[in-house]
Nanobody, 119 residues
Framework: QVQLVESGGGLVQPGGSLRLSCAASGFTLNDYAIGWFRQAPGKEREGVSCISSSGAFISYRDSVKGRFTISRDNAKNTVYLQMNNLKPEDTAVYYC????????????WGQGTQVTVSS
């Protein structure tokens, strides 16, 4: 069964950090680019970051540059999103998704993990 599972979300104070994980089962993650997306209440889903299958290409949306870092460990079939200096506006459900490349539309989606940044 093909499955993507996100984990690592939670409640954190502004300025805090979280590391999200996107683990794959039933297929080899290193065949795909992986995108992280988020959706805040009442807002559309937006792309946050993407990493190519080899890890050679990485992109971030402007609002998270310098604070978020995407990485992958193909041996563990997992992609990570390290989030530092979190802000209340980062509050959202975070999803990972497979993509053929960072320029293509997402294929498989995980179920999401909630990130709440609040004092």
């Amino acid at each position: 069964q093909v499955q993507l599972v996100e984990s690592g979300g939670g409640l954190v104070q502004p300025g805090g950090s979280l590391r999200l994980s996107c683990a794959a089962s039933g297929f080899t993650l290193n065949d795909y680019a992986i995108g992280w997306f988020r959706q805040a209440p009442g807002k559309e889903r937006e792309g946050v970051s993407c990493i190519s299958s080899s890890g050679a290409f990485i992109s971030y949306r402007d609002s998270v540059k310098g604070r978020f870092t995407i990485s992958r460990d193909n041996a563990k079939n997992t992609v990570y999103l390290q989030m530092n200096n979190l802000k209340p506006e980062d509050t959202a459900v975070y999803y990972c998704a497979t993509k053929r490349s960072c320029y293509s539309v997402p294929d498989y989606w995980g179920q999401g993990t909630q990130v709440t940044v609040s004092s």
